[in-house]
């Protein structure tokens, strides 16, 4: 069953989602090099602490941390820990969550870390961000859930290959009903799957998290003997966006972007629905 929201619970979500940026805030202006991954956890627990929320990461299925830190080869799950210090060159994807009264937010994204990233990295982070763009500007009433996937996929297929031959959408990972709880149903393909259908009509109150996950290489994982830490097979590097979104009346609210996704929105002709929190 897919959980259909009231005005009232997206307002929720939305402080939950507000809570999720300030940790994006305060995470990229730490990710720096010499920072170590723990570090960045600790400056994610203390916004949290600060706003009055709760984690929602740590302790979820045994999850130690407040965040996830996936840096370079890593997709998705990196653990936080004294040993990652982050070096001038690294792109590192952090991936934060937040509760405020048992509603969630969730978001994440890849920074660079100090300078001289090779082109082809800043073209996969661009690339990875605007195709989540593309999947929210097509989370329109009476959409379908495949439309998302298909704006995604497109906007990937769209753009001039990599100097690594092609960009691997990752298969194995996806976006996610959010609510009540961090994942919920549907799950949400990055790529159009004809053994999936069309998926869920697209009506107000769903709430999603939509978010890409694309290499420079293969679109195949593996998971380390930690049970978290997703890499790609063949160890290319890898980016990570996402937002949470939640559909109303008026179009898309990105709960997690500060401005509602109202400038990002608007590159597609899409109105992003106003603030509930005024």
């Known amino acids: 069953m897919v959980q259909i929201k009231t005005p009232e619970q997206i307002a929720k979500m939305r402080e939950a989602g ?74 590192i994807s952090i991936d934060a969550g937040a509760i405020i009264d048992g509603w969630h937010g969730d978001a994440a994204y890849t920074a660079f870390v100090g300078t001289g990233h090779a082109p082809e990295l800043v073209e996969l982070s661009r690339v990875t961000e605007e195709s989540m763009w593309a999947g929210i500007a097509a989370m329109k009433v009476n959409n379908r859930l495949v439309d998302i996937s298909k704006a995604i996929e ?35 393909l990055n790529y159009v799957s004809r053994k999936r259908g069309k998926g869920i009509k697209l009506v107000p109150g769903v709430c999603l998290a939509i978010e890409p996950m694309v290499s420079l290489g293969t679109a195949q994982t593996k998971v380390l003997a930690d049970e978290w830490t997703v890499l790609t097979t063949d160890g290319t590097w890898s980016s990570h966006w996402e937002h949470s979104i939640a ?32």
Do not use: W
């Open 154 to 188: 497109s906007y990937i297929r769209r753009q001039p290959r990599p100097a690594t031959g092609k960009y691997g959408i990752i298969e194995d990972y996806g976006g996610h009903g959010i609510g009540t709880e961090m994942h919920m149903d549907p799950h949400l």
């Open 247 to 278: 559909l109303t009346e008026q179009g898309p609210l990105v709960l997690t972007a500060p401005d509602c996704g109202r400038a990002r929105l608007a590159q597609y002709g899409v109105e992003a629905a106003p603030d509930p929190l005024g």
């Open 18 to 91: 507000l809570v999720v940026a300030a940790i994006h805030a305060a995470t990229r202006e730490a990710a720096v090099p010499g920072a170590t991954t723990k570090d960045l956890d600790e400056v994610a627990r203390k916004v949290i602490a600060d706003h009055g929320a709760k984690s929602n990461f740590l302790g979820y299925g045994g999850f130690p941390a407040t965040i996830c830190t996936s840096v370079n080869e890593v997709v998705v799950h990196g653990i936080p820990d004294e040993k990652t210090v982050l070096k001038d060159g690294d792109i």
